[in-house]
Nanobody
Framework: VQLQASGGGFVQTGGSLKLSCTAS????????MGWYRQAPGRQRELVAS???????NYADSVKGRFTISRDNAKDTVYLQMDSLKPEDTGVYYC?????????WGQGTLVTVSS
């Protein structure tokens, strides 16, 4: 399975970005999906997830600011990020939530300036 994340960029504090991640080579609708981020010098962490029946969960650090969604017809999961903070800076990846992880791919870099 190939994962292609996009939509990152440079934004000032308080700004917004919308990330997209498209999966190819899988039956996308059968998997719960997550958005993960890896900040400089830190381990990769799960920030948001969405189940096959569209239930969502968020890390406390992003709750109320980030919104995860999915479009199974496009094999794509999205992450709308609002009210961005410098601590949101990192490389963002998507992957399945359960089972053996797929190849992480390059991710997409988000940089939030103070």
């Amino acid at each position: 399975v190939q994962l292609q994340a996009s939509g990152g960029g440079f934004v000032q504090t308080g700004g917004s970005l919308k990330l997209s991640c498209t999966a190819s080579g899988s039956i996308f609708s059968l998997d719960a999906m997550g958005w993960y981020r890896q900040a400089p010098g830190r381990q990769r962490e799960l920030v948001a997830s969405i189940s096959t029946d569209y239930r969502t969960n968020y890390a406390d650090s992003v709750k109320g600011r980030f919104t995860i969604s999915r479009d199974n017809a496009k094999d794509t999961v999205y992450l709308q990020m609002d009210s961005l903070k410098p601590e949101d800076t990192g490389v963002y990846y998507c992957n399945r939530l359960y089972g053996s992880v797929w190849n992480w791919g390059q991710g997409t870099l988000v940089t939030v300036s103070s």
